[in-house]
């Protein structure tokens, strides 16, 4: 609390008020606070002409209107600051919402941290009070930290995956230049059967587990009976192009003798689980399987019987349960 009472020894008043006055307006003018350059600069002007209108010769009724000045000086520009003040606030508001729906928007994140988001999103449009940011600021600042690890969780992810195939390309880059041309069936464009069992050989003598998919078109031969060997090879590629849409990047699919094609997946799991696994990939019914013969659509369904067992050496165990199969689905003299 500033003393008045080295002032007031003075006898003469107007000396002690004018002092007093003079010693307001220059609290008020040191301790201004800064919000619009413009405002604050021509806040500074008026108290400064007001200062100067308290000279030794004012009166005091003319002190007295003077520090009514003051006041009146002070009161508007405070609420102009006021206003600018929290027009920032909701500028800062605004930039930070702004910034949160982008973050919801691109986020790879769970949906729970999502939800997170829109919510402080939606609260910082209704904040008002410094207490409720602040608060708002502590809860945004844990859910990004979520999402920043969720982010660079995904982003290892993607990078083991990306170094994979990369290894998988190099290593069938190298298979290549050091084997003889791939023997390939003219009609599906696929590994023929002698590249098969050669790959059986070379992968029962790598440590890993193995599956031998095989799965036989159904009803080839009346289709060709019917509509030629033509369209019967067009129903052959039709299911070619179906089963190898549906295997991962590292599984292996073969042309094997007749109607049949052949797939080697590499898995980790146990037999029945690999059996479920090709269940969803070719019990799925092909759409729109149309042909064309002799200048007309023709719809002919395709579906495929298939059987999956265990890739053991040796390897003609392998070739002996495919032929098995292969018979057992009626497959005669098929050309």
């Not at 829109?118 to 979520?146: F, M, N, P, T």
């Not at 969780?153 to 290894?167: G, N």
């Not at 179906?242 to 898995?267: I, T």
Request: proline share 3%.
């Amino acid at each position: 609390m500033v003393s008045l009472k080295r002032h007031l020894d003075f006898n003469e008043e107007r000396i002690a008020l004018r002092r007093v006055i003079s010693l307001l307006l220059n609290g008020i003018a040191t301790r201004a606070v800064r919000g619009d350059r413009g405002e604050y600069e021509a806040f500074q002007k008026t108290m400064q002409r007001i200062q100067e209108s308290t000279g030794a010769e004012a009166s005091a009724d003319e002190l007295l209107v003077t520090a009514g000045s003051a006041l009146q000086a002070l009161d508007e520009f405070s609420q102009r600051t006021t206003q600018t003040i929290r027009k920032q606030g909701i500028e800062l508001q605004n930039i930070i919402s702004m910034l949160t729906r982008t973050v919801i928007s691109i986020s790879a994140g769970s949906d729970r941290s999502t939800e997170r988001l829109q919510e402080i999103s939606q609260q910082l449009a209704k904040a008002v009070e410094l207490e409720d940011v602040q608060q708002l600021k502590v809860r945004l600042d844990d859910c990004l930290g979520h999402l920043r690890e969720e982010c660079l969780r995904q982003k290892k992810e993607t990078d083991e995956i990306v170094t994979a195939l990369q290894s998988e390309i190099k290593n069938s880059e190298e298979r290549a230049s050091a084997n003889e041309p791939l023997d390939l069936d003219p009609i599906t464009g696929l590994p023929s059967q002698e590249t098969a069992e050669a790959t059986f050989q070379d992968l029962v003598r790598k440590p890993g587990k193995r599956f031998v998919v095989v799965a036989v078109v159904n009803r080839m031969q009346p289709i060709n009976a019917r509509f030629g060997h033509s369209v019967g090879n067009q129903v052959l590629r039709t299911f070619k192009e179906f089963f190898q849409h549906e295997l991962g990047p590292q599984d292996r699919l073969f042309r094997w003798s007749g109607p049949a094609l052949v797939a080697v997946l590499e898995r980790t799991e146990a037999l029945e689980i690999v059996r479920a696994e090709v269940r969803r990939m070719l019990n799925k019914p092909l759409e729109n399987t149309t042909f064309d013969v002799g200048g007309r659509e023709v719809l002919i369904p395709v579906s495929a019987s298939w059987s999956v067992f265990m890739l053991i050496p040796p390897v003609t165990t392998a070739n002996r349960q495919i032929q098995t199969f292969i018979a057992s689905q009626g497959v005669r003299d098929y050309a």
